[in-house]
């Protein structure tokens, strides 16, 4: 009797254990092939703004205004100066273990003008030897053709607001895979479309803060999906079958939970998640392609109510919906934190008239209840998370997913407590994902430095490896979290009791030192 209550006790636990995320296993396997990385970005880590025949790009040229748009009165020029440290950094990444590294090439750094009638030497042989050492080393490289330093040239012309962009970008993504095509099997083409459209056009949260709200963000987009579906399609056509890699896209998912139980709450976080990552996933993942219904139907009905002929939000045409339509083969998701979201009819003075936010008629705040990190925007949020990953898994049939972005800031300090639980608590959730079927096939550390953190500067600090800027020599050191995500990666395990002690993350690192010195 009591035997026999046992076992049914026994199997009972077993059974919660499978289907409730909140009774894990300590220690959690990550799937047979799963790969971890860690990502930087040129204009935020690599410096040397100027030097070698670089050309000039729109952080350049944002971070040179005076006064100064960023919050610390800082710039990228010489940044964690990867430029010059590359050497010592894949040494760094090698002993951290990573299957691979995600980087940006600076399209100003290899085509100066922009275009292709000068092609910096000293800029191809830089990453050409980034991408050398990374692979001597058994370290995948991942890059990213664009993470937002368009080429000042290119800016002048309309940037992306321009339609030609789409021939621009292909004639940079043709050199490119000429150049480095033979090595480099894993290619994003545009990091963080909502970025760059939303707050670099219709806002002045990123440059080229154009601020045409309501008008630029919506052209940015069709031409952003029209430049990533172009270059997917050179790419597809005359270098996959003699370079074999594969290309894809990385968007920034934010999960938007209802405020409230109310349909309007319910309808405004459906719409805050079709406006934020819906307008760029859909067309390229969905069934149908073209816009979401929900961007298509909201903009236009607040574009006729505000008198415009036609709907700001262009349209795709039945061409360019089947070109756009299936361009990946694979969804970037970079992913950082969820907000919750509720309807207010009224809006009253909220948000410029017309704006993408006005448009999308949803109000976003904070839960304090959130573990807040540095950066005002962030707070760690794992189940969010995994809704984002189920979600996608159910909208766009179950594609294949990198995570290319996830972390969290601090101000500073080697004992990340913070960053660690978040870094756990996330790839948990992500394994809940997985566990149910979701496709996910690696997982990217943002960041693997501190770096220039766009409009807040070296505030907010995201690296692994603390990064000191005041050190002419921009000295890294591992952070506690290095070490804990060093530990996931050689166990290929996530086990939430691992210690590490603080006095080994504050002892001086004599390899890295020994390296490090060596390498500069
Ligand atoms: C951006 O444009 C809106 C009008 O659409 C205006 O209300 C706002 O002040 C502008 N922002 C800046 C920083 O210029």
Known sequence: MTVNLFVILCSLVLWVDNGVHSLQKPVRKFPEGFKF?????????????????????????LTHTHPSPISDGSTGDVAADTYHLWKSDVELMKQLGLD???????W??????????????????????LITELLKNKIEPMVTLYHWDLPSSLQKLGGLANPLIVEW?????RVVFDKFGDKVKYWITINEPKQICYEGYGSTAKAPQLNMT?????????????????????????????????????????????????????????????????????????KTGDFPLS????????????GFLRSRLPVLSSEEIVYIRGSSDFLGINSYTTKLTYRDASLEGMYPVPSYMDDMSAVMVKDASWPQAQSSWLQSVPWGF?????????????????????????????????RVKYYRTYLSALLDAVEEGSNIKGYTAWSLFDNFEWMSGYADK????????????????????????????RSRSLDMNYEVDDKTVLAPTQVVEKDYVEGY
Do not use: M
């Not at 970008?169 to 993504?173: D, V």
């Open 108 to 129: 100003s750094r290899i085509l100066p003008t922009g275009f292709a009638d000068q092609i910096n030497q000293k800029g191809i042989d830089y990453y050409d030897n």
């Open 295 to 306: 961007l298509k139907n909201n903009v236009r009905l607040r574009s006729k109510e505000q």
């Open 100 to 106: 691979f590294y995600r980087f940006s090439i600076s």
């Open 169 to 173: 970008f292909e004639q940079y993504a």
């Open 386 to 418: 995994y809704k984002i990953l189920t979600q996608v898994r159910y909208l766009y049939d179950n594609p294949a997913v990198w995570i290319t972005e996830n972390g969290w800031s601090t101000s500073g300090g080697l004992i990340d407590n913070d």
């Open 214 to 286: 309501g008008i630029a963000e919506y052209i940015c987009a069709k031409n952003v999906l029209l430049s990533h579906a172009k270059v997917y399609h050179l790419y597809d056509e005359n270098y996959r079958y003699k370079q074999n890699g594969q290309i894809g896209i990385s968007v920034s998912c934010t999960w938007y939970e209802p405020a409230s139980d109310t349909i309007e709450d319910h309808q405004a976080a459906e719409d805050a998640r079709q406006f934020d990552w819906g307008q760029y996933i859909h067309p390229i993942f969905s």
């Open 462 to 489: 995201f690296g692994i490896f603390e990064v000191d800027f005041k050190d002419p020599k921009r000295k890294r050191t591992p952070r506690k979290s290095a070490h804990v995500y060093k530990e996931i990666i």
């Open 37 to 61: 990385g860690a990502a930087t970005a040129a204009y935020q880590v690599e410096g040397a703004w100027n030097e070698d025949g670089k050309g000039p790009s729109i952080w350049d040229d």
